[in-house]
């Protein structure tokens, strides 16, 4: 008997063990089941509007009928802020948008200008007034006349010839007051200048055409800065200009003439950086005759970076100008402070070029005034215009009168 209960216990192990057995390898053909998917929090962009199927109906807000709004009677006043209406631009306002410039007055300018001068010459007016002095003028004197004079770049044949004249008016005169000392100082050195010469601008050709003026001279001398500012001269005395950018060889010296141009309302005619100048000159007299101006300004090259010469593009320029008509004015723009190196630069454009007339810049920054006188006898054409700082209106009318004024003083 126990033999048969120990034989049932050992079946009854045997069977938990083989079913044991049977659930454990069925456990493990079947796949592990999938970790937990924790989905992270992702802040989703902005939704795009879709089409077709992807798209999503918009939840419908409520919306109130006509009825259901209260509308003002017709005979209320308009509900808190009222409706802000712009004033219509006035007349005034619209014309002063152009902010276009109005230039002052040429007349009496270097007369205005005075004082600017008179302080960069004193040491020629007050020094050759406290030489005249004196009360003997022995030679050593006259000498040292003569060197104040040579020191302002008068030039050696116009020196003498006012020194001469000077002792002799003064041998004549006898005793000398400061009154009659500075009175024949002043009657000499405006007679030096010589007055009679005609230092008007000529802007008016005779012709359909506008006048062309032509502007020449080497690069550092202000002369487009020059052709600026004589276009503000013109445009003040009532004419109106064109500009010609014919000066294609420097950097920006197009887009600087133009910005002057816009100053005062003239039109500018230009071409590309390193063009034809000849090609932009002729172009702007043919504009200039277009619109019926009244004068025509040439901002000409100073340096160029071609093989060919300065001088011979300039004589291309003027021949190719004047086949619309002649040149009214070939001003040459000179830098005062240079002094005698000055006239070597004049020669050579006379020689290539008839000047007309002389710009003298810079006047204000120099005791070298007698480079008027040097210059106008080298040349034998006047001085017209000087330029006694860098304001817009600081280029005057040379006035022979008032430049001696300035020279010497009260």
């Given amino acids: 008997m126990e033999i048969l209960i120990l034989a049932v216990v050992i079946a009854l192990v045997a069977v938990g063990a083989i079913a044991g057995l049977v659930v454990s390898s069925r456990k493990k053909k079947q796949l592990p089941p999938s970790a937990p998917t924790v989905t992270p929090t992702i802040t989703a962009p902005p939704a795009e509007p879709q089409v077709g199927e992807d798209a999503v109906e918009t939840a419908e807000e409520p919306r109130r009928t006509i009825e259901e709004v209260d509308l003002p009677d017709a005979g209320t006043a308009a509900p808190e802020a009222p409706v802000t209406v712009e004033e219509p631009v006035t007349a005034e306002e619209a014309e002063a948008a152009p902010a276009i410039e109005v230039p002052e007055p040429t007349a009496g300018r270097l007369v205005r200008l005075r004082a600017r001068l008179a302080r960069s010459q ?5 020094g050759l007034l406290t030489l005249l002095s004196r009360e003997h003028l022995d030679d050593d004197t006259w000498e040292e006349i003569e060197e104040t004079l040579l020191v302002a770049d008068v030039g050696v044949a116009p020196t003498q010839e006012l020194v001469d004249r000077l002792r002799e008016r003064v041998k004549v005169l006898g005793t000398r007051t400061p009154d009659e000392l500075r009175t024949l100082l002043r009657e000499e050195l405006v007679a030096l200048i010589d007055p009679a010469m005609d230092r008007s601008l000529k802007t008016e050709s005779g012709l359909e055409t506008p006048a062309v003026v032509m502007v020449v001279g080497v690069n550092g001398t202000g002369k487009t800065t020059t052709t600026g500012k004589l276009a503000r001269v013109l445009v003040a005395d009532g004419r109106s200009v064109v500009l010609g950018a014919a000066d294609t060889f420097r950097a920006a010296a197009a887009d600087q003439l133009q910005t002057w141009g816009e100053r ?16 932009i000159a002729f172009d702007a007299v043919k504009e200039g005759i277009a619109e019926s101006a009244d004068v025509v300004l040439i901002d000409t090259a100073g340096r160029l970076h071609t093989k060919t010469g300065l001088m011979d593009e300039l004589g291309k320029v003027k021949r190719v100008v004047e086949k619309h008509g002649p040149l009214d004015e070939v001003l040459l723009v000179l830098d005062a402070t240079t002094g005698q190196n000055g006239l070597v630069q004049a020669r050579v454009f006379a020689e290539v070029v008839d000047i007309t007339g002389i710009v003298l810049t810079k006047l204000d920054g120099t005791a070298k005034g007698g480079i008027v006188v040097a210059v106008q006898r080298e040349l034998g054409v006047p001085v017209k215009l000087v330029g006694l700082g860098e304001g817009a209106d600081d280029l005057a009318p040379f006035e022979p009168g008032a430049f001696v004024d300035a020279l010497i003083g009260d």
Avoid at 122 to 126: E, I, P
């Fill in 122 to 126: 004193n040491s020629l007016g007050k």
């Fill in 264 to 279: 005062v309302g003239a039109r500018t005619v230009r071409g590309p950086e390193g063009g034809d100048p000849a090609s």
